[in-house]
């Protein structure tokens, strides 16, 4: 079975200053591994992903998450942090074959004050 | 805009009705799914299309049935309404390709539903 943990509910910077949202998963095969975000009364949007090749991967608004595969975790970063990033951030997790299911953390709210 | 439209967007309706929630997506693509967001759950999956003619359990499946007559449409129905059934329902879809669904998911905007 595949999971995905979000440690923190909640993580709060100051503008300007770097963010980092934590996912940590666990899958039986190679793991395809998402962000996506969610502003309030809208549905999820996708940040980025990460398949195969490059750990580092790159995604929409600046962000970026760093696969990394011996401590099974894809982290969300980005360098300097805007108060429009505030929103709920979700981590998921595919099995590389698995055609039907992805499987989400419990959300990470990201709060970026002035 | 291309996209997913859901509706309704909200509806209030008594226990043991049954309800349909509409999903129309206008990018073909193959596979399509239904999420249900709870507060402290995250998203947990209903039921999911890898293309249309079939249909597959996810993790909440009791109370809800879905059908996928064509590429585009895939309604999510409740049969007889209960308040555990509360909560805000997210369609989705993705570009499979058979068997290796690398793409990521496009949602809808949700329809809130509440139960009493």
């Known amino acids: 079975a595949q999971s995905v943990a979000q440690p923190e509910d909640q993580v709060n910077v100051a503008e300007g200053n770097p963010l980092t949202v934590k996912c940590t998963y666990s899958?039986?095969?190679?793991?395809?591994l998402f962000w996506y975000v969610q502003y309030p009364n809208r549905g999820l949007q996708f940040l980025l992903k990460?398949?195969?090749?490059?750990?580092l991967v790159k995604g929409s608004y600046g962000f970026e998450a760093e696969f990394n595969k011996s401590q099974t975790s894809f982290h969300l970063k980005k360098p300097s942090a805007l108060v429009s990033d505030s929103a709920l951030y979700f981590c998921a997790v595919r099995e590389g074959t698995n055609a039907g299911k992805s499987t989400f953390g419990d959300g990470t709210t990201l709060t970026v004050k002035p | 805009i291309a996209g997913i439209t859901q509706a309704p967007t909200s509806q209030i309706l008594a226990a043991g009705r049954r309800m349909t929630l509409r999903c129309t997506q206008d990018?073909?693509?193959?596979?399509m799914y239904w999420y249900r967001q709870d507060l402290g759950l995250g998203l947990r999956l209903i039921h999911y299309s890898n293309t249309a003619g079939t249909t597959g359990k996810g993790e909440v499946p009791d109370g809800y049935s879905v059908s996928r007559a064509n590429t585009d449409d895939f309604p999510l129905t409740l049969a007889s309404a209960v308040p555990s059934q509360t909560s805000v329902y997210f369609c989705?879809?993705?570009?499979?390709?058979?068997?290796?669904?690398?793409?990521?998911?496009?949602f809808g905007e949700g329809s809130r539903l509440t139960v009493l």
């Open positions: 989705a879809s993705s570009d499979s390709g058979l068997g290796l669904d690398t793409g990521e998911l496009f």
């Open positions: 990018m073909r693509h193959n596979a």
């Open positions: 899958v039986s095969g190679n793991p395809y």
């Open positions: 990460y398949i195969t090749g490059d750990n």
